[in-house]
């Protein structure tokens, strides 16, 4: 388990006072679901951290350059992810009646030191791309012989009807039936 810890001492026990911190993390790599993005150099993190008399606001961004396939093509593809860091750990003494619960509304910051980790991977996993394009238009492989059709054609036969999810809807309607729904009638 990684871990990136920020000393929060010098603020926790005075109010109003904040604490910034920029600095690149090494990573390696982040995986999002089925996509794996390669850090092209170190995540640049910053943040803000303010005591607020009852607890730790903490907000900032983060920036990765990633290298990922697209996922339509399988080409990589240089692209930069950037996402921002909000939360709010309480701070202060709990009540020794009062457990710890699933139910609070607030994190709690333990000690004086936070890991930072969760946050920067939480704001960079909210933007990445679910499926990645190399860009908007990228025409992807031929389902048959694998050709990139980005950067040429294939003499492949494709019978459309095949490809299209709703061809099985096909000979549900008439022809006549189908002008009577799309009238209104």
Do not use: W
């Not at 993005?37 to 903490?58: C, H, K, Q």
């Not at 961004?61 to 950037?82: L, M």
């Not at 980005?150 to 099985?168: A, M, Q, R, Y």
């Amino acid at each position: 388990m990684n871990y990136h810890m920020i000393d929060l001492t010098p603020i926790v026990d005075r109010a109003g006072e904040s604490l910034t911190v920029a600095e690149p993390l090494d990573l390696g790599e982040i995986a999002v679901g089925d996509v794996t993005f390669a850090l092209r150099e170190p995540v640049s993190f910053e943040a803000m951290f303010t005591n607020t008399g009852d607890g730790i606001l903490v907000s900032g961004s983060a920036t990765a350059e990633v290298r990922v396939p697209c996922s339509r093509c399988a080409e990589s593809f240089d692209s930069t992810i950037a996402g921002e860091i909000s939360t709010y750990l309480a701070t202060g003494v709990r009540d020794s009646e009062e457990s710890p619960s699933d139910e609070e509304e607030y994190e709690r910051l333990e000690g004086h030191e936070l890991d930072v980790l969760p946050l920067i991977l939480g704001a960079i996993t909210i933007e990445a791309p679910f499926a990645p394009l190399c860009r908007p238009d990228c025409q992807g492989l031929c389902s048959v012989c694998g050709t990139d059709l980005n950067t040429g054609s294939c003499d492949c036969v494709h019978d459309e009807e095949d490809d299209n999810p709703f061809s099985s809807l096909k000979g549900m309607f008439t022809d006549e039936e189908a002008a009577e729904t799309d009238s209104g009638d």
